[in-house]
């Protein structure tokens, strides 16, 4: 699964509509890959007045929002290519919602071994395979052999 876990202060993405924005771009950069959307879960968590503090002083500049990205479902080939391709794509999908209101931004993607990942207790199919495909149709899990 991709969760994504956006720290971002009062003023910003208050509003559902930006938020519904954001998590629909960020869903179809999964599903375009393959993944079933249900994987994909984005937490909003508001950090109230002076609860951001950057280099040991509290940010009282630009708005500044901050992504913790974790990928289980899929991680990538230890290659800077790969690497390199996935950051672009996530920029790509930040910029409208973040980069182009002026935002200041950071992010950064933990991988997990999905071995450890279970949804509805039950392991996921492997990526991309019939199994998956059937979850990706159904867009929830469903019982399956390998489970």
């Known amino acids: 699964m991709p969760l994504w876990s ?28 393959g993944l079933p959307a249900f994987y994909v879960i984005v937490n909003f968590i508001t950090l109230p007045g002076n609860a951001m503090w950057i280099g040991g002083r509290p940010n009282t500049g630009k708005p500044f929002i901050r992504f913790k990205i974790d990928h289980i ?8 290519e790969a690497y390199a391709r ?15 209101r002026g935002y200041d931004w ?9 071995r450890l ?3 509805q207790g039950m392991n996921a199919p492997p990526f991309q ?5 059937k979850w990706f149709d159904a867009n929830k899990p469903l019982p399956w052999s390998g489970a």
């Not at 003023?11 to 375009?32: H, M, N, P, V």
């Not at 996935?86 to 182009?100: G, R, W």
């Open 6 to 33: 956006i720290y971002h202060p009062n003023g910003t993405f208050e509003d559902e509509a930006s938020r519904e924005a954001l998590s629909k771009d960020i869903t179809k950069y999964y599903t375009s890959i």
């Open 73 to 80: 479902a899929v991680t990538l080939p230890n290659e800077d």
């Open 86 to 100: 996935a950051t672009a794509k996530i920029d790509a999908v930040l910029k409208p919602h973040i980069a182009d």
């Open 106 to 114: 950071e992010y950064h993607v933990d991988e997990t071994e999905r």
């Open 117 to 119: 990942w279970k949804i």
């Open 129 to 133: 395979s019939e199994e998956e495909k």
